[in-house]
C-alpha cells in the first residue's frame, strides 16, 4: 500500500479510536522541534517503531499521553 493511502487508513483507524482529535504524522526529530522544551498536554501515538522511544517522551513532556499505538492495518 501506498505510503499516503496507508496513512489515509491509519487515520481513519485512530479516528474511530479516539474521535474527532487532529491527527498529524510526523518523525521524531519534527515531534521534539513542534512541542520545543516545555511540557506538553498533548496525546503522542507512536509507531511500533518509535514504541523504544516512550518513557523518554514521557520524561520530556509528563503532562502529555504518550501512547504505543499497534495498528491493525
Not at 479510536?17 to 503522542?44: A, M
Not at 514504541?51 to 492495518?73: C, D, F, G, M, R
Request: proline share 4%; aromatic share 10%; net charge neutral.
Amino acid at each position: 500500500m501506498p505510503y499516503n493511502l496507508n496513512q489515509m487508513a491509519i487515520k481513519k483507524e485512530l479516528s474511530r479510536e479516539f474521535g474527532d482529535k487532529q491527527i498529524t504524522f510526523v518523525k521524531l526529530s519534527e515531534l521534539y522541534e513542534q512541542l520545543g522544551s516545555d511540557d506538553s498536554t498533548e496525546t503522542i501515538l507512536l509507531s511500533k517503531y518509535a514504541k523504544p522511544y516512550q518513557k523518554s517522551l514521557s520524561n520530556k513532556y509528563p503532562s502529555a499521553q504518550v501512547i504505543a499505538y499497534e495498528s491493525t492495518i
